[in-house]
């Protein structure tokens, strides 16, 4: 794999005039805005309906998502579903994109083995997330693990210090003014965004992972019936 300790960033791809997600999909499928793209299949971009009243922000692409051009379709997403379902969210209303958008892996024999995405990796791609938040009115902002948290809320949060808590969105971003004001259309006429909330909580293949798994998804679906509280208050 190609090492860089800079990035063109994916500022440089995003259409100005793009006011769908349809549109900043199909203009991140030529992102080349950090040096992922070499290796991966595609890029993986966010899915769901834009009006969905939870986003869900992961890693990056897995093997399977890689593949398939579609986040969360491998074993960590098949247990997220069962999660959300277990937490009494309507998978209806949910949109799923992750901070990195491309599958950054090492070769062992014909395996491709997840590595964790670098800060040039979370840096670079951070302008799509910005761009996806831009036509997404969430309720509540649900970050999982990390590499997620880094990319929207800064490199000193820890998801293992704050899991669970509701903290207010876009207050608590790393940088607010990115997602404080959004585009209306495509006229450069902009407003504020409803205000919302935000909660951390682990990567659902830290489940996976876990010498107890039965525990360690508890604990995720209990930190999800916090995000569920919001949407019935």
């Known amino acids: 794999m190609a090492e860089t300790e800079n990035a063109p960033g994916a500022q440089h791809f995003i259409p100005p005039q793009a006011d769908t997600i349809d549109q900043l999909r199909a203009a991140a499928a030529g992102c080349r805005g950090c040096e992922l793209y070499q290796d991966a299949s595609q890029t993986v971009f966010g899915r769901g309906d834009e009006s969905a009243r939870v986003v869900f922000v992961g890693e990056q692409p897995g093997d399977m998502e890689d593949q ?8 960590a997403g098949r247990l997220l579903r069962r999660a959300v379902d277990d937490a009494g969210i309507d ?9 990195v958008k491309h ?6 024999g014909k395996r491709r083995i997840h590595q964790t995405p670098d800060r040039v990796h ?16 969430p309720e509540v902002v649900v970050v999982l693990g990390a590499t997620a948290a880094k990319a929207l809320l800064g490199p000193t949060f820890r998801v293992t210090r704050q899991r669970g808590e509701l903290l207010p969105w876009p207050a608590a971003a790393q940088r607010p003014e990115d997602f404080t004001r959004v585009p209306v259309d495509n006229t450069g006429k902009v407003a504020d965004v409803p205000e919302a909330q935000l909660l951390a909580t682990i ?3 830290a489940v996976l992972r876990a010498d107890n798994q039965d525990v360690a998804y508890e604990g995720l679906v209990a930190d999800l019936r916090v995000a569920a509280a919001v949407l019935v208050a």
């Open 68 to 75: 398939q051009g579609l986040p969360f379709v491998g074993p």
């Open 91 to 99: 998978p209806g209303h949910i949109y799923l994109t992750n901070a």
């Open 103 to 108: 599958f950054r892996f090492e070769l062992r």
């Open 122 to 137: 979370i840096t670079a791609c951070r302008p799509w997330l910005v761009a996806e938040f831009a036509r997404l009115r």
């Open 203 to 205: 990567h659902p293949s």
